[in-house]
Antibody, heavy 117, light 107 residues
């Protein structure tokens, strides 16, 4: 069974970088697409970006200057880095498998990240 | 970006009833719409994609319809486990965007 698990700090200071890890079991990240999605307080959800089976990436233009998604295939993990965070980046962050990068059939439980000094 | 608007935001119903949730896109997305179910303590579940295609494992009481800008998720004969939050998401045009969610509550 495909399982995803997010991990990372729950509190980040403004202007710093947010870094999260998604550990995948039951499926190789060298197949398919692997994305990050966040849900803000109030339930608005935003697709952030993905990394493909080949290592190519695609990002939401709203984040393009601040986001980086990378991977470690030896550990079957992929990573999110979001730079220069503000309080508006406070959200629950999810990793997910994306069919063709755009239909999300397996999700992690989500990790809540608060940006606060 | 394509804006997705769901209605209602909240919906109260009883087991055995049928309910419908609407999702409207700000421009045509053909039939490229997915529906997800969110429940506390569980991972989000893909129910339907491409407007009406049931994901493997989705009970047949769930159905999706629509094309262009107007879509509907219908749940026939509600079961206790169906009370959850439902989101729509367009997968026609990059960047993919989500609706604001509909909370289906027990009446």
């Amino acid at each position: 069974e495909v399982q995803l698990q997010e991990s990372g700090p729950g509190l980040v200071k403004p202007s710093q970088s947010l870094s999260l890890t998604c550990s995948v079991t039951g499926y190789s990240i060298t197949s398919n697409y692997w994305g990050w999605i966040r849900k803000f307080p109030g339930n608005k959800m935003e697709w952030m970006g993905y990394i493909s089976y080949s290592g190519s990436t695609s990002y939401n233009p709203s984040l393009k200057s601040r986001i980086s998604i990378t991977r470690d295939t030896s550990k079957n993990q992929f990573f999110l880095q979001l730079n220069s965070v503000t309080t508006e980046d406070t959200a629950t962050y999810y990793c997910a498998r994306g069919i063709r990068g755009k239909i999300f059939d397996y999700w992690g439980q989500g990790v809540m990240v608060t940006v606060s000094s | 970006d394509v804006q997705m608007t769901q209605s209602p935001s909240y919906l109260a119903a009883s087991p055995g009833e049928s309910v419908s949730i609407s999702c409207k896109a700000s421009k045509s997305i053909n039939t490229y719409l997915a529906w997800y179910q969110e429940k506390p303590g569980k991972t989000n579940k893909l129910l339907i994609y491409s407007g009406s295609t049931l994901q493997s494992g989705t009970p047949s009481r769930f159905s999706g319809s629509g094309s262009g800008t107007d879509f509907t998720l219908t749940i026939r004969s509600l079961e206790p486990e169906d009370f959850a939050v439902y989101y729509c998401q367009q997968h026609n045009e990059y960047p993919w965007t989500f609706g604001g969610g509909t909370k289906l509550e027990l009446k």
